[in-house]
């Protein structure tokens, strides 16, 4: 069982307030870092998929980068806005296509 | 293009009484997982099948679930019987072929209580 961590475990910010969060993983058997954000009552969804170091994604006000020599991956947020609010799950995806969660990060933005 | 289906959205059972829930991948998609999401936890993999063969299941805790995947296509998941513990959001997601570093689709879950 890969061992993904997340953290802080939840964040309270205020609107226009930019942020960010930190997945930690097992740098071997690498293949793929998978950023999910999860809003109450809908499916999770895909925001990035990474595979190489020093990777970095863009899609809007959010943002990833990506360091698979020391296992890690930062989600950024710039100008944090109330629609943000969600838990935000990073996975692992290792040989075999299998991917390992971490516990999320459950972001409050207060308006 | 249709998302993964899952059904029923909530369920609410007495322990020791059994449940199934049920999930339609897309199309195509031949990698099918099965998620445990306990409130405030991260997803939890229970079984991971590639078409109708079991990839994982070492998380599946086999006395009471149970699951399968005729013809690769549809799955279930069967929860016989039920403990105040198996509280939780059931999700189900598909992807494409192994060793693809694609994203995987969630259907929204199944949210069960156990009471």
């Known amino acids: 069982i890969l061992n993904v961590e997340q953290s802080p475990q ?22 793929a870092l998978h950023w999910y954000r999860w809003e109450t009552a809908k499916s999770p969804e895909a925001l990035f998929v990474m595979t190489l170091n020093g990777d970095e994604k863009k899609k809007g006000r959010i943002s990833a980068t990506l360091n698979t020599k020391e296992g890690y991956s930062y989600l950024y947020i710039k100008g944090s806005q ?24 459950r972001l409050m933005v207060k308006p | 293009e249709a998302g993964v289906a899952q059904s029923p959205r909530y369920k609410i ?17 031949a990698t099918l997982y099965w998620y445990q999401q ?15 063969g079991v990839v994982d299941d070492s998380q599946l805790p086999k006395d009471r679930f149970s699951a399968e995947r005729l013809k690769g296509v549809d ?36 949210r069960l209580t156990v009471v």
């Open chain 2, 75 to 110: 799955s279930t998941l069967k929860i016989q019987p039920a403990k105040l513990e198996d509280s939780a959001v059931y999700l189900c997601a598909s992807s494409l072929p192994p060793h693809s570093v694609t994203e995987a689709f969630f259907g929204q879950g199944t």
């Open chain 2, 38 to 52: 306990i409130l405030g936890q991260g997803p939890k993999l229970l079984i991971q099948f590639q078409n109708n």
């Open chain 2, 13 to 29: 059972i007495e322990k020791r009484q059994s449940v199934a829930f049920w999930c339609n991948p897309i199309s195509g998609h």
């Open chain 1, 82 to 105: 109330p629609e943000d609010s969600a838990t935000y799950l990073c996975a692992l995806n290792n040989a075999g296509n299998m991917l390992t969660f971490g516990g999320g990060t």
């Open chain 1, 10 to 31: 939840s964040l309270h910010v205020q609107e226009g307030d930019s942020t960010n969060f930190t997945c930690s993983f097992p740098s071997s058997n690498f293949y």
